[in-house]
């Protein structure tokens, strides 16, 4: 499934648009802790997170994370869309909280998974 | 050497990660691939954040010399009273600002040393703390940073070894469980994408979303519109793409019969070495610029039309279709963050969901001149193995009575893209069938810089290794059963002694190797 298919299906709000790269569970990772992230960042990954600020722009411009996910139709730091549209990185947002968005992105990506 | 430095101010999180972010930029210059950097990146930005959340100040110092690049970060702060401890994971002193600005998970020293070589703490409690630790940069060095746009589905992957044979430049190697690309030999060409049985090799994605275009008009070369040509009138495709939201539908023929002309007209001149190349094909300038540097000579001054287009319209937000690799990493170099590219396959597919199935075929222009003037010295050319042959003659001054050369990667130019639906020549015939009369020439560009040559593989930085491994190379493809079967994973036996001293491979991965050792033992 496409990044785009999946924030379609998920009513996930799309502020900053990224490389349309099909996405699998193994390519998704939540946290609130930088470090975590960090870790986990790599081309093609999309990262739920419940962090704002500076440091989430600090995330687009060092490790060209292909998505942020924000949650809880937090706002979007306007200072974080020019850089991600620049580094072409998805930015946006689950009307749902973490827990939550993380199952229903799985529930969407285990489906296709099964279908394929 | 190329060495920096920059100041580090403890306690303010809005600027913490823009030393690092400097550090990125210098990398970057220097052509490092992004994998390295990103690990670069990772390291520096936690050490850099230690200084932000514990001292009060520091410096972050680097250096890139000998493919390495060497980062020393010195603060004025507490110190470490138990580096041992500090290096556990989970361990954190971070306060409560750190912990609120997801700071504190007890990773930053862990990330460090994941990410680098040679990791060095020395602290003095009440002083301050020095981490050093160097990232080695060896592949980029080597081998140059060459963007590409051709990816790999591993799990598609039949290992059939296709896509290695097929390969122009001997770019692909199948020694794991899926194929990689050697990026400073891949062209963007297709032929891997045109050869992989299972569709494992595909184009990178696009910034296209359907159900969000965010551009009013959309570029499309003919050879899009002609796979819908056997099925539906062009009204209708014009019309659903008005419909999808672009208002304004621009063909790409009118800047390719531009260059056309511009390079007639300088043909005509004789003032210039002949015969002349037009850059029609990105595919093709990669691999004069990496297989015939000394070519590069012949190619016209001026720009493709893609990056013509895009200066065109630099102004505002663009969408073009693009019909192979080779397009796709040109839209997507940073001098055209304006263009969005949408892949000619997505596209395509969308608008067949929304044609109807079956339309009649309307009545055809009757009139079909080209534009440019016609000269009975124009070579033209399709097909990579039939370009490489051609510029091989170029190369040995075989062409003296040609005046201009135009060469395209795939067969039948884009219409043969393996991102196409339908074969070449027949989309070929019917784009000729329906297109205008004559097309008003849109404009060329002239190429500021000539375009320069790829950096080659060096075996060695250091020449007298260079030759040593030379010479292995040489020893182990005298060993090697000489059949270029490509079971092994290499093209040929060549590129496996090759790959063999790189520890690319081991010498068991030739099968018929093997064997003969059993056999032997």
Redesign the interface.
Known sequence: M?L?DLF?ELHIE?YA??????ITQRQVFAG????????H???GTLLI?N?L???L??LV????VSAICLLNRQPTPVELLPSA??N?TWIVVSPLGLFETCGRIYEVLQREEQIS | MTRFSYSIMGGDYENGGSASRAVKAQLQRAGVDPATIRRAMIACYEAEMNVVIHARQGQLHAEIEDGLLRVAIEDQGPGIADINLAMQEGYSTADAQAREHGFGAGLGLPNIRRNSEQLQIESVVGQGTTVTFAVRLKSAQLYGNVRHSIRIDAASCQQCHSCVRACPTQAIRAFHRAPEILSYRCIDCTECIAHCPSQALHMASTTWDVRAPRTTRLVVPPEFLAQFYGRHTPQQVHQELVQMGWQDIVLTNSWLEALRYATHELAEQQQFIQPLLTPVCPAVMNLIAWRYPALLAYLTPYQTIWETISATYSAERITCVVMCPAQQSLLTAPEHSQVETISAIDLRDELLSRLPDESPITSLPANRKHTHPSSNQELTITGVQAVMAVLDALECGELSDVAMLELWACSQGCFGTPLALGEGHILNYRWQLRSQASVVLAGVRSRQQPLQPRTGMRLDDDMQQAVVKLARIDQLRESLPGFDCAECGAPSCAALAEDIVLGRARLENCRHQKKNAEEHA
């Open positions: 496409k785009a379609h799309v648009h990224g490389h349309n790269t099909p609130d802790r930088i470090s975590d992230l960090l870790q960042s790599s081309e997170t962090l600020g500076s440091h722009l600090r411009e060092l490790v060209d549209e620049k072409r």
